[in-house]
C-alpha cells in the first residue's frame, strides 16, 4: 500500500499539471452543473444566506440525475484512466479522459453491477458487502483499459485482487478518511454553525484539487502493479479470468 501511495505521490509530482488540469475540468464540470440546475446559484459565495438557495425544479432534478447515473462514473473512469497513462509512463493527454465514452455501456455496466453486488453485501452483511467492494474496485478501469465487456472487467478486476485485499483495504481506507472529515466538518456546519456552508463548500472543493490527483495516481499505480503480476484465479463468473 505504502508503494502505491508512493508512486501516487511522484506521479503526480511529475505530471501536476496534466492531473490538475483534469481534475480542474471535473470541478468546473460539477459546478457548471450545481449552478446550472439551481444546486445552489449564488449561494456557492460564503456570504450568501441559506433562504437564498433557488429551488430545483422536476425536470432540473431529473437532468441532475441522469448526469449522476451516466456522466460522472464515465468522467471519474476518464481521469482514472489519465492517471493510469501516466503511471505506465506513456505519452498521457488529456483527450485520454475520453476513452470510457468510446465504449459506455461496458464502463458504466462495470460501474453500477459492481456498485449494486457492494450494496447488496453491505445489507446482507457488512464484511461481504467491503469484500466485493475490494474485488470489483477496478471493474470500470479493466473496462476502459483493455475494452472488456461488464462482466469480463469484473472477473478480472476480481481476478487482480487476489491476495492483496488486506492492502486494497488500506488504500480504501486512505482515500476515504478525508472524505469523512469533510463530511463531519459539514454535519457539524449544519447542526451546531460551526461553519458558514459556503466556506466548507470551497474548502470542500480545496481537498478535491489537492487529495484527489494523488489518490488517483495511487489508484492507478495499484492496478498497474496488481495487472503486471496479475495470476490466473477463480472467478465468480466463469469464463472471464484474464
Known amino acids: 500500500m505504502r508503494s502505491w501511495l508512493s508512486l501516487g505521490w511522484q506521479i503526480f509530482s511529475r505530471h501536476r499539471w496534466l492531473l490538475l488540469s483534469g481534475i480542474l475540468i471535473l470541478v468546473a464540470a460539477g459546478l457548471i452543473q450545481e449552478l446550472a440546475l439551481g444546486n445552489g446559484g449564488f449561494s456557492f459565495y460564503p456570504g450568501a444566506e441559506p433562504d437564498t438557495v433557488p429551488r430545483r425544479s422536476g425536470f432540473a432534478s431529473m437532468v441532475d440525475l441522469l448526469l449522476s447515473l451516466f456522466l460522472w462514473p464515465l468522467a471519474y473512469t476518464g481521469y482514472q484512466y489519465l492517471a493510469l497513462r501516466a503511471v505506465r509512463g506513456e505519452v498521457a493527454s ?23 453486488v457492494t450494496v447488496i453485501g453491505l445489507f446482507l452483511l457488512v464484511i461481504p458487502g467491503i469484500a466485493w467492494g475490494l474485488k470489483f474496485m477496478f471493474s470500470p478501469l479493466v473496462a476502459a483499459d483493455k475494452g472488456r465487456p461488464t462482466l469480463g472487467a469484473m472477473g478480472e478486476s476480481e481476478a487482480l485482487t487476489v491476495g492483496h485485499r488486506w492492502a486494497l483495504l488500506g488504500l480504501a481506507a486512505v482515500f476515504l478518511s478525508p472524505y469523512f472529515a469533510l463530511g463531519a466538518l459539514g454535519y457539524l456546519t449544519l447542526i451546531g454553525e460551526l461553519l458558514h456552508w459556503g466556506w466548507w463548500l470551497l474548502v470542500a472543493y480545496g481537498v478535491e484539487l489537492v487529495i484527489r490527483p494523488w489518490l488517483t495516481a495511487s489508484f492507478a499505480a495499484a492496478y498497474h502493479d496488481l495487472d503486471q503480476a496479475s495470476r490466473p484465479a477463480h472467478s465468480l463468473f466463469p469464463g472471464t479470468e484474464a
Do not use: E, K, N, T
Open 94 to 116: 488529456l483527450r485520454d479522459m475520453l476513452v470510457p465514452f468510446r465504449q459506455p455501456l461496458s464502463v458504466l455496466g462495470a460501474h453500477w453491477l459492481s456498485v449494486i
